[in-house]
């Protein structure tokens, strides 16, 4: 029986709808297009213009669960957590008395079980946990590989997916791995095992094991996240080798949200902001961020990479974390600092800050003049003290890094559809999301 007071919300992070729908035409997914048919629809916007800052998913996800924008909820990193007192939109609905199921939310916080039947961290939380433990089997895997793709360990792969597996074949979830046994074949012979393909499969079978997880136990509220669209648009969107696989995916992944929404009155599809398409360029990422810091002979407790080219550092004395700071902010290449370091309380962040415009970048026959053919910097001046373009070191830092393809940067503006729920406007901040999805379970 489907309660009066429940909600479904699919949040399918920067996805562009255009071009979903540009798609379903060009590969013959009527069921695609027709799904919007049958939607509301308004614009999202956000106040947050600058990515790398605060126009990122980690950032923005927080601002539609809290309500709050991002100058007061200050949550610029993923892995960030939230303080106590800011109340997250299931915090407010499981207190009301309805049952919750989330799964895969950016920055997200489980702080009270009570009413809560499920929830599963995003893969690159290092502190959250699964609730029921019973679905730890399903996180390994998509959390390793998360954190570590640009670095794989063959041994722990196969361990994490012989978990993953497991899990799946002694689950109802099988059948329908085995019924589209041939597509899928058919789909990784085309892109074998590129993270895209990965991050789309792992998404389709998060939808499918939460099919078989409402069928069991009917929450009231039910709120997913799925990356994989956001993924491949940042570095693949330039090569049409592959496109037809995104199609697929998402015609699978309509079919496993059209049937989630039935067994709710009222429902939310929408990308917090979206992507536009852009001429590629290259970011640089370590290899394998913890021992790119020991190569560089800095000493740190732990490490917790992000998804892009970034990592939180935690330390055991604060003379180990002035270190850390002094050394990445003294490395220059050429007139540009290397690295964007910002300090907290507890830890440091760090990222590259340059990004390339070729793939064949060479520090061996860089000079000042010829600079700007090569590479470009987010920040200027975030550096101070002794400039230091020691060769031996730069070389020492290229050699573990890999370049990173981007095919597209991040805007502002977004789409939500929307189904039986008050919303009249015909555009939205995401500050005000909150309130819209809060008080439709007003009691």
Not at 128 to 137: A, H, I, M, R
Not at 255 to 276: A, M, P, R, V
Not at 348 to 354: A, H, L, M, R
């Amino acid at each position: 029986m489907i309660t009066k007071k429940n909600l479904a919300i699919f949040e399918i992070n920067e996805c562009d709808f255009k071009y979903f729908l540009k798609g379903a035409t060009k590969y013959q997914f009527p069921l695609i297009k027709n799904y919007f048919k049958k939607k509301n629809k308004i614009t999202t916007f956000t106040i947050d213009k600058e990515e790398g800052l605060n126009l990122d998913p980690w950032v923005q996800w927080v601002t539609v669960h809290t309500g709050i924008r991002s100058s007061r909820h200050k949550i610029y990193r993923l892995g960030q957590k939230l303080n106590n007192r800011t109340k997250q939109i299931w915090d407010i609905i499981s207190l009301k008395g309805f049952s919750t199921t989330l799964w895969g939310l950016f920055n997200s916080n489980l702080r009270k079980k009570k009413n809560i039947d499920l929830f599963f961290p995003d893969p690159w939380s290092f502190t959250q946990k699964v609730y029921p433990q019973e679905f730890n089997d399903y996180l390994y895997l998509p959390k390793y590989y998360a954190t570590n793709y640009p670095n794989i360990k063959l041994s722990k792969i196969i361990y994490f997916s012989y978990k993953f597996l497991k899990k799946v074949i002694f689950s109802k979830s099988f059948f329908y791995i085995l019924k589209n046994f041939f597509s899928f074949i058919k789909i990784f012979s085309l892109a074998g095992l590129k993270s895209f393909n990965l991050y789309f499969f792992l998404d389709l079978i998060s939808l499918e094991i939460l099919c078989k997880n409402i069928e069991k136990k009917k929450s009231d509220f039910l709120i997913v996240a799925l990356n994989s669209f956001a993924h491949y648009q940042h570095n693949f969107w330039d090569d049409d080798r592959f496109e037809f696989i995104y199609f697929w995916y998402l015609n699978e992944m309509i079919k496993k949200i059209n049937y989630l929404e039935g067994y709710y009155n009222s429902t939310i599809f929408y990308n917090g902001f979206e992507q536009k398409k852009i001429k590629k360029k290259y970011f640089l990422r370590a290899k394998n961020p913890k021992r790119f810091l020991k190569i560089l002979g800095l000493n740190f407790k732990r490490i917790e990479p992000n998804m892009t080219t970034g990592a939180q550092v935690f330390f055991d004395n604060d003379k180990d974390k002035s270190k850390c700071i002094n050394f990445l902010k003294s490395i220059y290449l050429l007139d540009v600092p290397l690295f964007d370091v910002q300090k907290f309380k507890k830890n440091i962040f760090f990222k590259f800050n340059i990004y390339l415009y070729k793939k064949d970048f060479n520090i061996e026959n860089l000079t000042l003049l010829n600079k700007n053919k090569y590479f470009n910097y987010l920040k200027k001046n975030n550096a101070k003290g002794l400039i230091y373009n020691n060769h031996s070191m730069l070389k020492k830092i290229f050699d573990n890094v890999i370049l990173m393809k981007s095919t597209s940067e991040h805007t502002p503006k977004g789409t939500l559809y929307f189904k039986n729920i008050k919303l009249n406007k015909k555009q939205i901040e995401n500050t005000k999301i909150f309130s819209k999805i809060t008080n439709h379970f007003s009691l």
